[in-house]
């Protein structure tokens, strides 16, 4: 049986070197546990970027035509007869994921992002209407209610939109190294992830060799939020022992990594999504 559809306005793109253009796309009808979303607003991520432009081709190649888009809040205007959580009016956002299988082990640890079948909000398979997901450049998105994050009434929904990508990029990592009170932290890059993290007590020019080696082993915590190629060694340099640099940026280059810059102060690299 074919799944009940409606058509909604979105912006895509039909080729890595084609604009975003008006058109309109295929969303379903709320099933049981659905939550159907007007958009009231989308923010605009690096990675909707790359994707269209097919820059990350070699690790997620680009499906066209593609609607991007990954920082959802919207207000619900119907919900599914199962779903509990949420009713018409609520103000609600999405993130870059819209399903996983629920089964796995990532997934029943609360961890699933790393769900090994998980459906990204755009440019995943779509099991429900075939093709590939599309994403928040459009009037509405109908979203399994697991999904669907509240937004609280205190947030302004514009300016809560970036967080669901660029703010639980940054956070992820802090929280899952145990940055907290008393923790140096570096942000490096000052892009749509860092700007996030701003609160600075100092900034440290990475042009300038004498602010580098004033801070030479002395964080605790770096996140480097750069995409373009860079020199990781001067981070990483800057960590002290048991310190930690985890990469959020997603340079499409390998980054070069000193093996002595890790060893000698059993400093960690590591690498985070969301």
Same mark, same amino acid.
């Given at each position: 049986?074919?799944?009940?559809?409606?058509?909604?306005?979105?912006?895509?793109?039909?080729?890595?070197?084609?604009?975003?253009?008006?058109?309109?796309?295929?969303?379903?009808?709320?099933?049981?546990?659905?939550?159907?979303?007007?958009?009231?607003?989308?923010?605009?991520?690096?990675?909707?970027?790359?994707?269209?432009?097919?820059?990350?081709?070699?690790?997620?190649?680009?499906?066209?035509?593609?609607?991007?888009?990954?920082?959802?809040?919207?207000?619900?205007?119907?919900?599914?007869?199962?779903?509990?959580?949420?009713?018409?009016?609520?103000?609600?956002?999405?993130?870059?994921?819209?399903?996983?299988?629920?089964?796995?082990?990532?997934?029943?640890?609360?961890?699933?992002?790393?769900?090994?079948?998980?459906?990204?909000?755009?440019?995943?398979?779509?099991?429900?209407?075939?093709?590939?997901?599309?994403?928040?450049?459009?009037?509405?998105?109908?979203?399994?209610?697991?999904?669907?994050?509240?937004?609280?009434?205190?947030?302004?929904?514009?300016?809560?939109?970036?967080?669901?990508? %660029?703010?639980?990029?940054?956070?992820?990592?802090?929280?899952?190294?145990?940055?907290?009170?008393?923790?140096?932290?570096?942000?490096?890059?000052?892009?749509?992830?860092?700007?996030?993290?701003?609160?600075?007590?100092?900034?440290?020019?990475?042009?300038?060799?004498?602010?580098?080696?004033?801070?030479?082993?002395?964080?605790?915590?770096?996140?480097?939020?750069?995409?373009?190629?860079?020199?990781?060694?001067?981070?990483?340099?800057?960590?002290?022992?048991?310190?930690?640099?985890?990469?959020?940026?997603?340079?499409?280059?390998?980054?070069?990594?000193?093996?002595?810059?890790?060893?000698?102060?059993?400093?960690?690299?590591?690498?985070? %999504?969301?």
């Amino acid at each position: 049986m074919h799944p009940i559809t409606y058509n909604a306005k979105a912006y895509s793109a039909a080729s890595e070197t084609s604009p975003l253009a008006s058109t309109k796309i295929k969303r379903r009808e709320p099933t049981d546990r659905d939550v159907q979303i007007e958009i009231l607003f989308c923010g605009i991520c690096h990675s909707d970027l790359h994707s269209v432009r097919n820059e990350w081709s070699e690790f997620m190649a680009t499906n066209y035509p593609i609607v991007p888009g990954h920082e959802i809040v919207g207000r619900v205007t119907k919900v599914g007869s199962a779903v509990t959580k949420y009713k018409p009016g609520n103000v609600v956002a999405v993130g870059c994921m819209v399903d996983s299988d629920r089964t796995c082990p990532q997934c029943k640890a609360d961890r699933e992002q790393f769900c090994p079948n998980m459906v990204l909000t755009f440019n995943s398979p779509d099991k429900h209407l075939g093709g590939v997901t599309y994403g928040g450049y459009s009037e509405s998105i109908v979203v399994d209610e697991h999904f669907v994050l509240r937004v609280p009434s205190n947030l302004n929904p514009a300016g809560a939109a970036p967080l669901l990508c %660029a703010g639980i990029t940054t956070f992820s990592p802090m929280r899952h190294w145990g940055v907290g009170k008393g923790k140096k932290v570096g942000v490096v890059g000052l892009g749509g992830l860092g700007h996030i993290r701003l609160g600075a007590d100092e900034a440290v020019v990475s042009r300038n060799a004498d602010e580098m080696q004033k801070n030479a082993g002395t964080f605790d915590f770096i996140i480097d939020t750069v995409s373009a190629d860079h020199d990781i060694n001067a981070y990483l340099n800057l960590l002290g022992v048991d310190g930690n640099l985890t990469l959020v940026g997603a340079p499409a280059e390998p980054l070069d990594v000193p093996a002595f810059s890790l060893i000698m102060r059993r400093r960690s690299f590591s690498g985070s %999504a969301i």
